[in-house]
């Protein structure tokens, strides 16, 4: 798929404020310097400020530059993608960041599938026998289950929130299960939580899950403490 000028234009400037060319409240240059710095039309960077805009990036203002937001504050989901997706490595603290929102949303969509689908459920674990020890299976083996687990809930809503970092929550999967000691943990869930679900325990299941996504971020914590 060949990539619009707006969207190019687009990406370089999302680059230019994480890299602090501009800070938040910095007014951006006007549409013509900046149609004349990118060599476009004005049309395209109109194009590309909306983007901007509708990822809470900008805010832009009738007959003034468009102002620079703080996009921790303004952002929605695409701020995130669009940041981890300017990263060629994912930065430590945005897994802990990821960590810390599946303790939460984890739990709830697991709990909708269980009391709605438990059979098929069980049956996302049957490649579970075939799963070698190495980080890209258990990247692999983890999204499908998660995904798959998510889409049998009942809200959609949960779905969508996990389609959002599609393409980023395999990198983040991958340098989380670099470890052994992550592999070995989630591989004991996996069977726990199987076992529970099987015997029709839900609320075994769901403790299990919640537990899980602690000793993840906890995991995680000591591995960028160096172990301590």
């Given at each position: 798929m060949i990539e619009r000028s707006s969207e190019k234009i687009?990406?370089?400037?999302?680059?230019?404020?994480?890299e602090k060319e501009w800070r938040a409240n910095d007014p951006?240059?006007?549409?013509?310097?900046?149609?004349?710095?990118?060599?476009?039309?004005?049309?395209?960077?109109?194009?590309?400020?909306?983007?901007?805009?509708?990822?809470?990036?900008?805010?832009?203002?009738?007959?003034?530059?468009?102002?620079?937001?703080?996009?921790?504050?303004?952002?929605?989901?695409?701020?995130?993608?669009?940041?981890?997706?300017?990263?060629?490595?994912?930065?430590?603290?945005?897994?802990?960041?990821?960590?810390?929102?599946?303790?939460?949303?984890?739990?709830?969509?697991?709990?909708?599938?269980?009391?709605h689908h438990r059979l098929q459920i069980i049956s996302l674990?049957?490649?579970?026998?075939?799963?070698?020890?190495?980080?890209?299976?258990?990247?692999?083996?983890?999204?499908?289950?998660?995904?798959?687990?998510?889409?049998?809930?009942?809200?959609?809503?949960?779905?969508?929130?996990?389609?959002?970092?599609?393409?980023?929550?395999?990198?983040?999967?991958?340098?989380?299960?670099?470890?052994?000691?992550?592999?070995?943990?989630?591989?004991?869930?996996?069977?726990?939580?199987?076992?529970?679900?099987?015997?029709?325990?839900?609320?075994?299941?769901?403790?299990?899950?919640?537990?899980?996504?602690?000793?993840?971020?906890?995991?995680?914590?000591?591995?960028?403490?160096?172990?301590?």
């Amino acid at each position: 798929m060949i990539e619009r000028s707006s969207e190019k234009i687009t990406k370089q400037l999302i680059r230019s404020i994480l890299e602090k060319e501009w800070r938040a409240n910095d007014p951006l240059p006007p549409e013509r310097e900046l149609a004349t710095h990118y060599q476009v039309g004005r049309p395209t960077i109109r194009e590309a400020l909306q983007r901007l805009e509708r990822d809470g990036w900008i805010t832009i203002r009738k007959g003034a530059p468009a102002v620079v937001n703080d996009y921790w504050k303004h952002g929605n989901l695409m701020t995130i993608v669009n940041i981890l997706q300017h990263h060629d490595d994912i930065p430590d603290e945005f897994i802990v960041y990821m960590l810390e929102l599946r303790i939460t949303l984890t739990p709830a969509y697991v709990r909708d599938a269980l009391l709605h689908h438990r059979l098929q459920i069980i049956s996302l674990f049957i490649p579970l026998q075939e799963l070698t020890d190495d980080p890209q299976s258990y990247a692999d083996f983890d999204w499908k289950l998660q995904k798959s687990i998510a889409e049998l809930s009942n809200n959609p809503i949960f779905l969508l929130i996990l389609n959002s970092f599609q393409d980023i929550y395999g990198k983040m999967a991958e340098k989380y299960f670099l470890e052994p000691s992550h592999r070995q943990a989630s591989k004991h869930y996996y069977e726990q939580f199987l076992e529970a679900t099987l015997r029709g325990d839900l609320d075994q299941a769901e403790s299990l899950t919640k537990e899980m996504m602690s000793t993840s971020l906890e995991l995680w914590k000591t591995k960028m403490n160096g172990g301590i």
